[in-house]
Nanobody, 123 residues
Framework: QAQLVESGGGLVQAGDSLRLSCAVS????????MGWFRQAPGKEREFVAA???????GYDDSVKGRFTISRDNAKNTVYLQMSSLKPEDTAVYYC?????????????????WGQGTQVTVSS
């Protein structure tokens, strides 16, 4: 059973940067496709970014060019570097692990989820 713990969220101003971390225990992260999703108040959970076992990446259009997903297999950790943050990026951000080589944008492809970390961007 993999356990995922997110950290790094907080309150920032528009235009600021923030880096989220997802520490994985119980499993080796190199064996999983990893993803980041987010859920804003009153909205459904949505895809943000994903990385394959070997580091191929994919992004939602709303964050492309501003967010970067990466993984450090030695630390069993996945990151989401967020820059040029906007108020519409405000949400709870979730890390997820998929037994697939690449989980992609569908939440159904991911078996393990973290508890989430709040990101609030003020205007």
């Amino acid at each position: 059973q993999a356990q995922l713990v997110e950290s790094g969220g907080g309150l920032v101003q528009a235009g600021d940067s923030l880096r989220l971390s997802c520490a994985v225990s119980g499993r080796t992260v190199s064996n999983y496709g990893m993803g980041w999703f987010r859920q804003a108040p009153g909205k459904e959970r949505e895809f943000v970014a994903a990385t394959s076992r070997i580091g191929n990446t994919g992004y939602d259009d709303s964050v492309k060019g501003r967010f970067t997903i990466s993984r450090d297999n030695a630390k069993n950790t996945v990151y989401l570097q967020m820059s040029s943050l906007k108020p519409e990026d405000t949400a709870v951000y979730y890390c997820a692990a998929s037994s697939r080589w690449y989980g992609g944008s569908s939440s159904a492809a991911y078996e393990y989820w973290g508890q989430g970390t709040q990101v609030t961007v003020s205007s």
